[in-house]
């Protein structure tokens, strides 16, 4: 298989613990991560622009520098650009590629609908509003927020059996 490598940029790999920095690689049909330092057993991650479902700009120690790839069978990755410009144009480049063919474009009315209907439980459709929020798994600094439910409110002591 050919591939044209369309750009190459320096970037940091968030996960929940750790920042990996490293070298991310698109070229029309693939995308690759080279981490400068080998903390996963693959020298190269690689992952298939077809299987890309979504992407999210993202903060990142609250700058606009963050993106995170949503992939197919629920897999993200989280990365940190060196600039906010870096990041916009990185993404349009993605975007144009022709092997880039899943984008699932967020419509929040829609979102709003399926959850009203039935369609979607209150654990996606949170999961939803903590990603609109950008709130991520990837970052511990914008995690997700999810309510704690109580039935009962008046009495002095709770069974959290039976919240």
Not at 38 to 61: F, S
Not at 102 to 115: A, D, G, T, V
């Amino acid at each position: 298989l050919y591939e044209d490598i369309v750009v190459s940029v320096n970037v940091e790999q968030v996960s929940a613990l750790t920042t990996n920095p490293g070298r991310l690689v698109l070229t029309n049909a693939m995308l690759y991560f080279q981490p400068f330092n080998n903390i996963h057993a693959d020298p190269v991650q690689k992952y298939k622009l077809g299987d890309l479902v979504n992407l999210v700009n993202r903060r990142y120690l609250l700058k606009e520098k963050g993106l995170e790839l949503f992939f197919m069978l629920s897999k993200s990755l989280f990365f940190s650009f060196e600039a906010q410009n870096d990041r916009d144009r990185f993404v349009v480049l993605l975007s144009r590629q022709p092997s880039v063919t899943r984008l699932e474009p967020s419509n929040r009315e829609n979102m709003i609908q399926k959850w009203q209907d039935g369609e979607i439980d209150n654990f996606t459709y949170l999961l939803y509003l903590n990603s609109v929020a950008d709130r991520s798994f990837n970052d511990l600094t914008q995690y997700p927020v999810f309510p704690w439910v109580l039935k009962d409110y008046t009495s002095k002591r709770l069974d959290l059996q039976n919240p």
